[in-house]
């Protein structure tokens, strides 16, 4: 079956406001363990960077350099993860990208959303 | 700045054979067999090409090969195609608390 990957939140935020991305699955279920749930986020200067992902409800991982900062949740009944970056600067203007990766294959993102635009300003 | 250093950009003509280098530390690259590659068109959400150091997820061509050596990473198109002009990053899991990092990226230009 097709995974499908839907990121939705706003496009623009103000500075040390916080930003929340929703990322709605299809094909896949994401309390099925078979998958770790990422976000991921591109930049032109600084290139891709790994955000942080979940696996189910048992475990959740972040970038030490954004962990202050993030929250990753999920929404089992709507198949739902979701991103929360709080403080926001005009550093955090990215695309950014939730995606998954098939459990034990060392997080390669084998299927992606087509990734959400956010400026802060 | 990212974590694994790849060339900005490698050409090639048609039909030609190229490499792209990744380069990391013993940290990363060095510690496990977890490097996976990617290729990104325009406009468009990275695609996974390579995954575990040499394998390729169904529907990727068999054109499209990868290697490791040390700390040393490789991606080889053989058979350059128009189609495979894009940006090709580079992945790993990171060292430490970090998860994953990424190459900087490098553009592959068909002549």
């Known amino acids: 079956q097709v995974q499908l990957l839907q990121e939705s939140g706003p496009r623009q935020v103000k500075p040390s406001q916080t930003l929340t991305l929703t990322c709605t699955v299809t094909?896949?279920?994401?309390?099925?363990?078979?998958?770790?749930w990422a976000w991921i986020r591109q930049t032109a200067e600084t290139g891709l960077e790994w955000i942080g992902h979940v696996y189910t409800t048992i475990s959740r991982t972040y970038n030490p350099s954004l962990k202050s900062r993030v929250t990753i949740s999920v929404d089992m009944s709507r198949n739902q993860f979701s991103l929360r970056l709080t403080s926001v600067t005009a550093a955090d203007t990215a695309v950014y990208y939730c995606g998954g990766a098939e459990y034990g294959r060392h997080y390669a993102v084998d299927f992606w959303g087509r990734g959400t635009a956010v400026s802060v300003s | 700045q990212p974590a694994l250093t790849q060339p900005a950009a490698v050409s090639g003509s048609p039909g030609q054979s190229i490499s792209v280098s990744c380069i990391g530390s013993a940290s990363d690259i060095g510690a496990s067999d977890s490097v996976s590659w990617y290729q990104q068109s325009p406009d468009r959400a990275p695609k996974l090409i390579i995954y575990d150091v040499s394998s390729r997820p169904e529907g990727i061509s068999g054109r499209f090969s990868g290697s490791k050596s040390g700390y040393t990473a490789s991606l080889s198109i053989s058979g350059l195609h128009e189609e495979d002009e894009a940006l090709y990053f580079c992945s790993s899991r990171g060292g430490g608390d970090r998860p994953v990092v990424f190459g900087s990226g490098t553009r592959v230009t068909v002549l």
């Open positions: 094909g896949a279920f994401i309390d099925r363990g078979e998958h770790h």
